[in-house]
């Protein structure tokens, strides 16, 4: 469950100008679609797409007040993001831990095969 999540995830975070969008609204709170626009080089209808992509997997969500669109992160998408990447970072520690473990093994080995000789 964890790995669909994720990925969804970080495909929407693969692109910078998404990243700098996550992190204005992490910043700055609720925005209209024409305020997140506004902070970007690029056309409204380019910065749209970035934002119907963060829609589809969840990371941002989007409420219609009249002719405003206005866009906040979803803390929810972002718990999940956290729990998988503590996850990750859990397994990849005890399998330092076990490598670290095995060598520090296989050095002491070394060492009291020397002394015997």
């Known amino acids: 469950m964890h790995k669909i999540i994720a990925m969804d ?3 929407a975070l693969s692109a910078p100008t998404r990243r700098s969008i996550v992190e204005l609204l992490a910043v700055e709170g609720q925005l209209t679609s024409t305020a997140i626009a ?3 080089p690029w056309s409204p ?3 749209s797409q970035h934002l119907q992509v963060l829609r589809k997997t969840g990371l941002v969500h989007m409420e ?3 002719q405003e669109r206005i866009y906040e992160i979803d803390p929810i998408a972002l718990k999940q993001l956290e729990n998988w990447s503590m996850h990750m970072a859990s397994q990849w520690n005890d399998r330092l831990d076990k490598s670290e473990a095995a060598g520090f093994y296989k050095a002491r080995q070394k060492i009291l095969v ?3 000789k």
Do not use: N, V
């Open 64 to 66: 219609k007040h009249g």
């Open 45 to 47: 209808p380019a910065i």
């Open 9 to 11: 995830i970080f495909y």
């Open 114 to 116: 020397k002394a015997k």
């Open 38 to 40: 506004l902070k970007f």
